[in-house]
C-alpha cells in the first residue's frame, strides 16, 4: 500500500528588482518588456492589478476660461487622460510638478505622459463663453467643481461621463440631498478545477462625488483575479473594495478563484459597520462531470424574483445571511457510480431504388451522464448532425476511424444524416 502527502500550495510572491541576483539585474527590463503592468500594485492576491488611481479633479471655470488640478497616482510610465479634448475644449499649458509637459491625444482624450509616482497636474482652458459640457474620463469620479467662483456641490454628469456646464449653477428642485450608498451584492459560483466566483455588486448613489471603503468583496480563501468597474475601484490589502463614487447606478464585477478546497459558501466576514448588502443571492452552477453534490444548509429562491442577469436564471439560486453557510455534500467524485448514459434512437430508413445502400435519419434523445462524444457506428457515411437544431462540425479522433461530434453531459438532442452504402442483404444487420 502506497500512500501520498501533499503541501498546502503556496502562493508565488513577486521577486522585488534589489532582490535580483547582480548578474540578472541588466536582464530584468528585457524579461519585463511587454509586461510593465507586473510592477503595479496588487488589486488583491494574485489578481488584476492598478497602474493609475486618479485623485480629485478640482475644476475652478468662468466664462473665458478655467483651470483644473488633479493629484495622480501612477505605478509604472503611463498614458494619464486629462480633463476636455473635442473641438476648442483643450487643455493649454499644462504642468507637471510645475514643468510644462506635452498633450498628445488617444483614443480622442488628451493625455500626458507620467512615470512612476504621484504627481500633480495642473492645466488651463480657453474658450469665449463656457461650453454646454466638459468631457471627464471614466476612470476620473471625485470631481469639485467651481463655477464664477461659486461651487457646485453636485456637478452634473451623464451616463458616459461628461461633466454639464451651463446647467450645473441651477438652484436645485429640492433640498439637499444625503450621500448614501445602497449595496446589493450577487455571485455566481462555477463548480471546476478550480471552482471560480463572479461577484457583481451594484451600488445605488446619491449625493456628493466622493470616496467611500465599502465592506469585503469576497469570502474567505478566494482570491481576485480580474476587477471590472465603471467607477475607480480596488480591492485593499485587508479585502475590503474601496470606490470613488458618483452619483448614478453602478455595477462592480469582481471576478476571483477558489485558493484553498472547500466544501462551503458563506458570506465574508465584514468588519462593523462596513456597508455591504447584509442578504446575498448565489447562483450554483454545477459541474456533473466532475463530481455529483447536493446543496443544503441555505434556502432556495426563485432566480427569476431575484435581481440576477437573466443568463442566471436557469441556475439554482439560494439566498445566504451572514452565518449562513451553503453547503457542498459531495455524493461521488468524477463517473464512478454513475447510472451511465440514457439514450433512445429512433431510426428511419430510406432503400436506394436500385437496393444498393441505403439512407438513415437518426433521432438520438436522452441524458449524457458519462460521455462526451457521439460516434456513428462502421460502416456507414455520417454526412450530418445536429444538436438541439444548430449544425456540428464532424470530426474524427486521431486513434480512430469512425466519425462524430463533441457533446456535453446533460440533455441531448441530436438529428443525424448518414448514408450506408451496403445490399439490402445486410441492412438487417447494420
Known amino acids: 500500500m502506497m500512500g501520498m502527502f501533499t503541501a498546502p500550495a503556496l502562493p508565488a510572491e513577486p521577486l522585488a528588482r534589489e532582490d535580483v541576483p547582480e548578474p540578472l539585474r541588466p536582464w530584468v527590463d528585457w524579461v519585463l518588456a511587454g509586461h510593465e503592468e507586473e510592477g503595479c500594485p496588487l488589486l488583491a492576491g494574485d489578481g488584476s492589478r492598478a497602474c493609475v488611481w486618479p485623485g480629485r479633479l478640482v475644476l475652478a471655470l468662468a466664462g473665458e476660461g478655467g483651470r483644473f488640478s488633479q493629484e495622480v497616482f501612477v505605478a509604472r510610465a503611463s498614458d494619464v487622460a486629462l480633463p476636455g479634448g ?14 510644462l509637459v506635452p498633450v ?23 474658450w469665449s463663453q463656457i461650453p454646454p459640457g466638459l468631457r471627464v474620463p471614466n476612470e476620473i469620479a471625485l470631481v469639485d467643481l467651481s463655477l464664477a467662483g461659486k461651487r ?38 462555477e463548480d471546476g478545477v478550480p471552482p471560480r466566483l463572479a461577484t457583481l455588486v451594484t451600488l445605488r448613489v446619491s449625493g456628493a462625488a466622493r470616496e467611500e471603503l465599502l465592506g469585503v468583496a469576497l469570502p474567505e480563501n478566494w482570491q481576485a ?16 473594495l474601496r470606490v470613488q463614487l458618483r452619483p448614478g447606478d453602478w455595477t462592480i464585477r469582481v471576478d476571483a478563484r477558489l485558493a484553498k478546497p472547500s466544501l462551503r459558501l ?20 454545477l459541474a ?8 443544503t444548509g441555505a434556502p432556495a429562491i426563485d432566480p427569476t424574483q431575484a ?50 445502400g441505403a439512407t438513415v435519419l437518426d433521432r438520438l434523445e436522452g441524458t449524457l451522464r458519462r460521455s462526451l462524444r457521439v460516434e456513428m457506428g462502421a460502416g456507414s457515411e455520417l454526412g450530418r448532425v445536429a444538436i438541439g437544431g444548430v449544425d456540428q462540425p464532424i470530426t474524427r479522433r486521431a486513434e480512430g476511424e469512425k466519425l462524430g461530434v463533441e457533446t456535453t453531459l446533460g440533455g441531448l438532442s441530436l438529428d443525424a444524416d448518414s448514408r450506408i452504402p451496403t445490399s439490402p442483404r445486410r441492412l438487417a444487420a447494420v
Open 86 to 99: 473635442g473641438g476648442p475644449v483643450w487643455p493649454e499649458q499644462v504642468r507637471v510638478g510645475g514643468k
Open 104 to 126: 498628445i491625444e488617444l483614443e480622442g482624450m488628451p493625455r500626458v505622459r507620467l512615470e512612476a509616482g504621484i504627481h500633480l497636474v495642473e492645466g488651463r482652458f480657453v
Open 152 to 189: 457646485i456641490a453636485r456637478p452634473r454628469r451623464d451616463a458616459d461621463g461628461a461633466l454639464w456646464l451651463r446647467e450645473a449653477s441651477a438652484p436645485a428642485a429640492t433640498g439637499p440631498v444625503e450621500n448614501r450608498v445602497d449595496v446589493e451584492v450577487a455571485r455566481r459560483f
Open 225 to 240: 483575479t480580474a476587477i471590472s468597474s465603471p467607477l475607480p475601484a480596488r480591492l485593499d490589502p485587508d479585502g475590503r
Open 266 to 285: 458563506l458570506q465574508p466576514k465584514q468588519p462593523a459597520g462596513a456597508r455591504w448588502d447584509e442578504s446575498e443571492v448565489w447562483s450554483i452552477a
Open 288 to 295: 456533473p462531470e466532475l463530481r455529483l453534490v447536493e446543496l
Open 307 to 356: 435581481e440576477i442577469p437573466p443568463d442566471w436564471h436557469a441556475l439554482p439560486s439560494y439566498r445566504l445571511d451572514a452565518g449562513t453557510a451553503l453547503e457542498l455534500v459531495e455524493k461521488r467524485r468524477g463517473n464512478e457510480g454513475s447510472p451511465g448514459d440514457q439514450l433512445t434512437l429512433q431510426r428511419t430508413w430510406y432503400l436506394d431504388f436500385d437496393g444498393a
